[in-house]
């Protein structure tokens, strides 16, 4: 039995870890944890029995705790509950599948107990990449990506030399407004940016689909996972997203990995590296597909990539700046407190007023994302 906890585990990747577990059938899961849906995660626990179980909000904690009074399952809350269910003994691989830099000191606390991170949380990679790629080294753990581009990456990156690779082709959809302009997307509502045309995924997560900073939080997680410079780093739009991510060599030769949109099949990749088992599902009919669409981005419209490949190559606490202000601002319009264009705007904004600094520490990221939410609610 492959032993595991997940962070995050009422969400759509938390969700399609466990749909993974539960069809492979070797896979025990030893801790959970979510923010609020206590009537998910208490399903959830009685199917798959963890050991530990941890919530966000102290009160649903309390809640949880009584309705599975009839069980020896314990229940943690707060972080100190996502420390407790990142570093239980005996668990091999941590799902990390939280959103947002909430994820940083679990994931920290994971690495330092010895445990390999299948990581989704590409907020916590962002934001404090230089300091979890190197203690990962030397703790001896792997970070596995889940992410579709970066696992896509990663496997047309196996049986190579990685001084061999030339660039990184990361594909993106473009999201629900592809081929719009500034001016068709001053009154986008909540429900608009909320479709995605390929993968149905978590709120956040969509909207930063929408504005395309998905992928230049992809570009900054693709520069640690795979030691490149973000300029090495080309997006390529593939409407279809049937091509999940390519890699081009030294000489020429581009290795890509192709598949229908389903994050099972890299969740399941990440868990069993390096083996591949079988996953049911669509495959891919390249007669009915017949053909396979490429474009730039555009970044003058979907400035919000350019801003990102902005805050990779300067470094520092500049990409946690990028990173605090989207979350921020995209919960602003989750709550329509904001137009869809002031997204980008504001994490602009503070972009422009923020002095980086240079190898920042755990606690000048945390500083940073707090001086960035200051300016955000100051300015309101
Ligand atoms: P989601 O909103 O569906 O789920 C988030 C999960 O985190 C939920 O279980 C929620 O309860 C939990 N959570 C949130 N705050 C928490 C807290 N403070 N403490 C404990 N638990 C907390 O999000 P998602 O779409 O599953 O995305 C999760 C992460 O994976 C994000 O970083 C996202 O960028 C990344 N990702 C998602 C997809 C996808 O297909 N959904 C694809 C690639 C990467
Ligand atoms: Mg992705």
């Known amino acids: 039995m492959k032993k595991i906890a997940i962070l995050g585990s009422t969400g759509s990747i938390g969700t399609q870890t466990l749909e993974v577990a539960r069809e492979n059938g070797d896979i025990e ?15 959830q626990i009685r199917e798959f029995h963890p050991r530990l179980a941890a919530v966000w909000s102290k009160e649903k904690a309390k809640e949880l705790g009584e309705r599975i009074a009839d069980t020896d399952i314990r229940v943690a809350a707060g972080m100190d509950g996502l420390l407790e ?20 000191r679990p994931t920290i606390e994971a690495i330092c107990a010895g445990k390999d991170i299948a990581l989704a949380n590409k907020e916590t990679l962002v934001t404090a990449g230089h300091i979890i790629m190197p203690l990962a080294k030397e703790k001896q753990v792997s970070i596995l990506p889940v992410d579709s581009e970066h696992s896509a990456i990663f496997q047309s990156l196996q049986g190579n030399e990685s001084r061999a690779v030339h660039k990184i082709l990361l594909t993106a959809s473009g999201g629900p407004f592809r081929g719009k ?39 900054i997680e693709a ?29 020429g030769a581009v290795m890509a990995q192709l598949g229908t949109p389903d994050m099972k099949l890299p969740i399941q990749y990440a868990l069993y590296y390096p083996k591949r088992r079988d996953l ?22 979907f400035y919000g990539l350019k801003l990102a490949y902005e805050a990779g190559r300067a470094g520092g606490s ?5 990173n605090a202000a989207n979350e921020r601002a995209v919960r602003l319009f989750l709550d329509r407190q904001i ?28 500083d940073t994302e707090a001086a960035t939410y200051d300016r955000i609610n100051s300015r309101r």
Request: charged residues 25%.
């Open 280 to 301: 049911p599902g669509e495959r891919v009919d390249f007669w009915s597909l017949g053909k396979l669409d490429f474009e730039k981005p555009d970044m003058d419209t």
């Open 223 to 251: 520069k640690w996972l795979f030691g490149v410079d973000v300029d090495r780093v080309q997006v390529v739009v593939q409407p279809q997203s049937i091509i999940h991510s390519m890699v081009e060599y030294v000489d």
């Open 29 to 43: 899961i030893v801790g959970l944890a979510a923010g609020s849906n206590i009537r998910l995660l208490e399903e």
């Open 85 to 104: 269910v990142s570093t239980l003994a005996d668990v091999e691989i941590l799902v990390t599948a939280v959103v947002g830099m909430i994820g940083i």
């Open 318 to 322: 500049l990409p946690t700046v990028f």
């Open 181 to 219: 302009k500034e001016e068709d997307l001053l009154d986008i509502r909540v429900e608009d940016a909320l479709k995605h045309p390929n993968w149905s995924m978590g709120q956040k997560i969509t909207i930063d689909s929408s504005t395309m900073v998905n992928k230049g939080l992809e570009v």
């Open 339 to 366: 137009k869809y264009l002031e997204i980008v705007e504001i994490i602009e904004d503070c972009m422009q007023a923020h002095q980086n600094i240079e190898n920042p520490t755990l606690r000048q990221i945390l």
